[in-house]
């Protein structure tokens, strides 16, 4: 059974740049839920969603968005990026929302922005 | 704010010893708490999930949760080289149709053989 799928998994941009990146769940997961993860902060919600729905979102600002397609798969984009916004971007599925908690991560997208 | 605290270690032990995790939280309203290990350069794994008071053992790893006391441990026993990882906390909090994972930041465990 295939894992979650994250690409791109590096990349590089410039402040005020945009970037989308996308995660594809494990198959049959219908929840996807983002977090953004440094070593000052550690892992840090960015939001779920569920059924195409976002279903909550942390205390991030409106530059991140994302969305959810039919097929589970999910994207995320940051606008005008900011050096602040270097970070490792997880994705993570689960079977269901507001279920065990259990989380399967993907290995991640790298974003370095100079 | 919901938080969870962990203290970031590192915390070294020797090859056979118990290690001993630690985890704090902030808000009452938290029902689940998780333990997830992440190796060097790869994601987060989740090794236990503990729902109610008390002791849960799975293998060499013990969950161990006290509400009154809002606090949470990972006991490791036996430790091996293979278990030097950063151990994550997380609480589950559950309100309003949906719910959210907090994570603490890790603490750094290094078994030395």
């Known amino acids: 059974k295939a894992g979650v799928t994250q690409t791109p998994r590096y990349l590089i941009k410039t402040r005020g740049q945009q970037v989308t990146l996308s995660c594809s769940p494990i198959s049959g997961h219908r929840s996807v839920s983002w977090y953004q993860q440094t070593p000052g902060q550690g892992l840090q919600f960015l939001f779920e969603y569920f059924s195409e729905t976002q279903r909550n979102k942390g205390n991030f600002p409106g530059r991140f968005s994302g969305r959810q397609f039919s097929n589970s798969r999910s994207e995320m984009n940051v606008s005008t990026l900011e050096l602040g916004d270097s970070a490792l971007y997880l994705c993570a599925s689960s079977l269901l929302t507001g279920s065990t908690g259990e989380l399967f991560f993907g290995e991640g997208s790298r974003l370095t922005v100079l | 704010q919901k938080e969870v605290e962990q203290n970031s270690g590192p915390l070294s032990v020797p090859e056979g010893a118990i290690a001993s995790l630690n985890c704090t939280y902030s808000?009452?309203?938290?029902?689940?708490f998780f333990w997830y290990r992440q190796y060097s350069g790869k994601s987060p794994e989740l090794i236990m999930s503990i729902y109610s008071n008390g002791d849960k053992e799975d293998g060499r790893f013990t969950a161990q949760l006290n509400k009154a006391s809002q606090y949470v441990s990972l006991l490791i026993r036996d430790s091996q080289p293979s278990d030097s990882a950063t151990y994550l906390c997380a609480g589950k909090y559950s309100g309003a149709g949906s719910y959210q994972l907090t994570f603490g930041k890790g603490t750094k465990l290094s078994v030395i053989p």
């Open positions: 808000d009452r309203g938290s029902q689940s």
